[in-house]
């Protein structure tokens, strides 16, 4: 097994590279954001596809990706915070200089869409990566909570994360404990890697999983065919982060009968409840080091992701 690398830390002064690997984000509440990287003492700087548009993407896939290798080439730039997700990340896996990332490695924080980034980067590049909330889909927004903002404190000194039911409510679907790499991010894109050369090396991993915006239906969909490859099997543990319903939801399947079926019988510690997501508070983890999921005691303890 190769070595973990931990990407250095972040210090006042410091400037963090901007990008849209996916969507474009919107132009008025990306500026506003700015001011949040500024409070915690950073400089910034803009990738040039940031502000372009092509359909439903950041501009094209080749800039997207020249965005990504300019800010890990920058040495001027010590960490790269994605400004949103959307759609488009996983288009140009097979075309990133894997190699390079890991002679130049720094932060990437992002998650939704990232969460293609997070796995190609992990396996390819051996770098811890962050799972947090982004610039212009978050951080602007209006119930922008206290505590994901606190949670960027992990990118200025190796913090050790605990999770337990301060912070909200959790549920048991399988019992006993396990210790693994963190590993996972959004269910679709993690169902969607499966096949591809992009899909990381399951065993003995524990696996986050979160979603937005899809009916019960589709959950089960996408975790069957978790099941069927043989992810749920050599998993050690699976976080089950935010699963938010879509707007037209009618109420008559929910997310917790999914679980039921899937974990109750799995032999391995599942734990539902994680605020880790598209939600707030959005409690960050860094992705890649080893992490204790307690599914008695209902508690999650992450190893830093930065030295």
């Not at 499966?194 to 696996?207: E, R």
């Amino acid at each position: 097994m190769t070595e973990l690398i931990r990407p250095e830390r972040l210090k006042r002064g410091d400037t963090v590279g901007i990008i849209a690997p996916s969507s474009p984000p919107k132009t008025e509440q990306l500026t506003r954001s700015l001011a949040f990287l500024e409070s915690l003492g950073l400089n910034w700087k803009i990738g040039k596809s940031v502000g372009k548009k092509e359909r439903y993407l950041a501009g094209t896939d080749q800039e997207r990706l020249d965005d990504l290798h300019a800010m890990f080439r920058d040495p001027d730039v010590k960490g790269i915070i994605c400004a949103r997700g959307g759609y488009g990340s996983a288009r140009y896996l097979e075309k990133i200089d894997y190699q390079m990332i890991r002679e130049n490695p720094k932060i990437l924080w992002g998650y939704s869409d990232i969460t293609a980034l997070h796995q190609a980067i992990h396996m390819y590049s051996d770098l811890v990566t962050f799972h947090g909330p982004m610039l212009e889909s978050d951080v602007v927004k209006d119930d922008f909570d206290p505590l994901s903002a606190k949670l960027f404190a992990q990118l200025f000194q190796p913090l050790e994360l605990h999770y337990d039911e301060s912070v909200s409510p959790l549920t048991t679907y399988s019992g006993g404990s396990a210790r693994g790499q963190l590993i996972g991010g959004n269910l679709s894109l993690i169902a969607s890697s499966i096949g591809t050369k992009f899909a990381p090396s399951f065993d003995g991993k524990l696996l986050l999983i979160e979603d937005t915006d899809e009916e019960p239906y589709r959950t089960d969909s996408m975790l069957t065919q978790l099941r069927q490859s043989g992810v749920l099997e050599r998993v050690a543990g699976i976080v089950i982060g935010d699963f938010k319903y879509p707007k037209n939801h009618k109420g008559d399947f929910f997310y917790e009968e999914v679980f039921e079926d899937f974990f109750k019988e799995l032999g391995k510690p599942v734990v539902s409840g994680f605020r880790i997501g598209h939600c707030q508070p959005h409690f960050a983890v860094p992705l890649g080091v080893e992490a204790y999921l307690d599914a008695e005691a209902k508690t999650l303890t992450i190893l830093p992701g930065v030295q």
